[in-house]
């Protein structure tokens, strides 16, 4: 499986962003996805995520109301919305994936064995 992340960039604090992730390879019908982020100096972070063959999306506490995951399985496609923006969310977002993953481990990076190359999501002040 390869992931291709696409839509970062550069935004002014409020402003909006829409990143997008592409899956090809055999991806099987308990695939898993998720959104990342790490930024300069921490540890990479959950944002959201879909479990499995599930509908329902998951989303780091405070990201919830301002990003939104969505996925086409049929496109093998999941995006990330994210609204009003703001410098802390400044970072490179990874998609990521998995065809093994376990509910109690859904939000560790560690879990996740497919990654996409990254997108830089900077936000100015």
């Known amino acids: 499986v390869q992931l291709q992340a696409s839509g970062g960039g550069l935004v002014q604090t409020g402003g909006s962003l829409r990143l997008s992730c592409v899956a090809s390879?055999?991806?099987?019908?308990?695939?898993?996805v998720a959104w990342f982020r790490q930024a300069p100096g921490k540890e990479r972070e959950y944002v959201a995520g879909?479990?499995?063959?599930?509908?329902?999306?998951y989303y780091t506490d405070s990201m919830k109301g301002r990003f939104t995951i969505s996925r086409d399985r049929a496109k093998k496609t999941v995006d990330l919305q994210m609204n009003d923006l703001k410098p802390e969310d400044t970072a490179i977002y990874y998609c990521a994936a998995s065809n093994t993953l376990i509910w109690s481990t859904r939000a560790s990076s560690n879990a996740y064995a497919y990654w996409g190359q990254g997108t830089q999501v900077t936000v100015s002040s």
């Open positions: 879909f479990f499995r063959s599930g509908t329902t999306p």
């Open positions: 390879g055999s991806t099987g019908t308990g695939f898993s």
